[in-house]
């Protein structure tokens, strides 16, 4: 089944406590693409990357991290949570970006107290 | 700045009635998505819009696009309750703008029997 994969679905932490959530994709799609979504405000892109080794900011990159070393994975790093980045998480795929419409991983829920 | 602008932000309806959502954006675009989401689940994609004049319909859902006034609707005919959820409109901002897509803020949509 094609689909995209995020762990873990739900995570309480400490503020300053480093964590990943992890992303993966089977579609051999080649962007990849971080979201936000905080009520009221859609969702908000962090990070995107287009390829292996190709990585760029969105719209709210602060205190977030990414890497692309395999197409398939996408992880996002949160180096230093703070209680400002509790929100809830999506990852998305696509062949080539948004004119191909999107697939979304089942959400991360995350809380930093 | 880019906006998208989803009218209103929370619709409570009675069953069997009709009712429009609509969608402004501030950019040119040709390309609109609009998407649905369950409570605690992920995002389906429900339309995709690719040129003026496009319209598209599954069961009780409409969806159109008139690009010239930067405007997209989905319209809910004889609302059941099933059709309670989240919907965001989104606009595909192109190759120049991280091949990446803007999203509403949501309209939430109670349907009551």
């Known amino acids: 089944e094609a689909q995209v994969t995020q762990n873990p679905r739900y995570l309480i932490t400490v503020t300053g406590k480093k964590l990943t959530v992890t992303c993966s994709q089977n579609m051999n799609h080649e962007y990849m693409s971080w979201y936000r979504q905080d009520p009221g405000l859609g969702l908000r892109q962090i990070y995107y990357s287009m390829n292996v080794e190709v990585t760029d900011k969105g719209d709210v990159p602060e205190g977030y991290k990414v890497s692309r070393k395999e197409k398939r994975n996408f992880p996002l790093i949160l180096e230093s949570p703070s209680p400002n980045q509790t929100s809830l998480y999506f990852c998305a795929s696509s062949p080539q970006g948004a004119a191909y419409g999107y697939t979304f991983g089942s959400g991360t829920r995350l809380t930093v107290v | 700045e880019l906006k998208v602008e989803q009218n209103p932000l929370f619709l409570s309806m009675q069953e069997g009635k009709n009712y429009t959502i609509y969608c402004n954006y501030s950019t040119t675009s040709d390309r609109l998505y609009w998407y649905r989401q369950d409570p605690g689940k992920s995002l389906e994609s429900l339309f995709v819009?690719?040129?003026?004049?496009a319209v598209k319909q599954e069961g009780r859902l409409m969806a159109s696009l008139d690009t010239k006034a930067r405007l997209s609707t989905l319209h809910i005919t004889a609302a059941v309750h099933d059709l309670s959820a989240t919907y965001f409109c989104?606009?595909?901002?192109?190759?120049?703008?991280?091949?990446?897509?803007?999203f509403g803020a949501g309209t939430r949509l109670t349907v009551k029997p």
């Open positions: 989104a606009v595909d901002l192109g190759l120049y703008n991280n091949n990446d897509m803007r």
């Open positions: 819009l690719l040129s003026n004049g």
